[in-house]
């Protein structure tokens, strides 16, 4: 199992940047692909963005794509989402995950093998 604990939610206004820290112990040398999910009330859980293990292959959804950047840094075993010109629709419980032996474009919820406890990310207009 891997642990994994985010950091750096917030309330922003729209335009605004914020960026989310997920630090990740445990089964690391599994070498996980790590993901970023969303979940708004009465919504499915929705993949925002995904990184490989080396960082070499990263993938996003239609919706962030341009505004959002996943990264990784391996030596602190930490994974960053880095989120650029928010909009309301951004609004959401954010939550970083891992998932083993997947590519970055096959995430998905039903794939992931650990989670956090979710950041909440809130975007006034």
């Known amino acids: 199992q891997v642990q994994l604990v985010e950091s750096g939610g917030g309330l922003v206004q729209a335009g605004g940047s914020l960026r989310l820290s997920c630090a990740a112990s445990g089964r690391t040398f599994s070498r996980p692909t790590m993901g970023w999910f969303r979940q708004v009330p009465g919504k499915e859980r929705e993949f925002v963005a995904a990184?490989?293990?080396?960082?070499?292959?990263?993938y996003y959804a239609n919706s962030v794509k341009g505004r959002f950047t996943i990264s990784r840094d391996n030596a602190k075993i930490t994974v960053y989402l880095q989120m650029n010109s928010l909009k309301p629709e951004d609004t959401a419980l954010y939550y970083c995950?891992?998932?083993?032996?997947?590519?970055?474009?096959?995430?998905?919820?039903?794939?992931?093998?650990?989670w956090g406890q979710g950041a909440q990310v809130t975007v006034s207009s």
């Open positions: 995950a891992a998932a083993f032996g997947v590519a970055v474009h096959e995430l998905d919820p039903g794939v992931m093998a650990s």
């Open positions: 990184i490989s293990w080396g960082g070499s292959s990263t």
